[in-house]
Nanobody
Framework: QVQLVESGGGLVQAGGSLRLSCAAS????????MGWFRQAPGKEREFVAA????????GYADSVKGRFTISRDNAKNTVYLQMTSLNPEDTAVYFC??????????????????WGQGTRVTVSS
């Protein structure tokens, strides 16, 4: 099993940047595919970004391409989401997720077996 803890959320002005972190434990991190999802109040959870075991071929939702970057540091058992050019539509609770069955989890939330508690991001105008 995998335990995930997100951090780095907070309040930021439109156009600003924020970096989220997700610390993992409980399993060899180098063989766990990771993803980020988000959920705004009253909205469905949506895919944000995903990264493979190795950190290659990251994938992104169209709404964040060119603005967000997912990366991982296996030596620190941590995955990151660097968020730039933030706008109020990015306001949501952001969740880290782990897929222990695949090299790359992709955009389907059903592929991810383990989830963190979420970290709140609020973008003001």
């Amino acid at each position: 099993q995998v335990q995930l803890v997100e951090s780095g959320g907070g309040l930021v002005q439109a156009g600003g940047s924020l970096r989220l972190s997700c610390a993992a434990s409980g399993r060899t991190f180098s063989r766990v595919a990771m993803g980020w999802f988000r959920q705004a109040p009253g909205k469905e959870r949506e895919f944000v970004a995903a990264i493979s075991w190795s950190g290659g071929s990251p994938g992104y939702a169209d709404s964040v391409k060119g603005r967000f970057t997912i990366s991982r540091d296996n030596a620190k058992n941590t995955v990151y989401l660097q968020m730039t050019s933030l706008n109020p539509e990015d306001t949501a609770v952001y969740f880290c997720a782990a897929d222990t069955d695949r090299y790359y989890g992709g955009s389907r939330d059903s592929n991810y077996r383990y989830w963190g508690q979420g970290t709140r991001v609020t973008v003001s105008s």
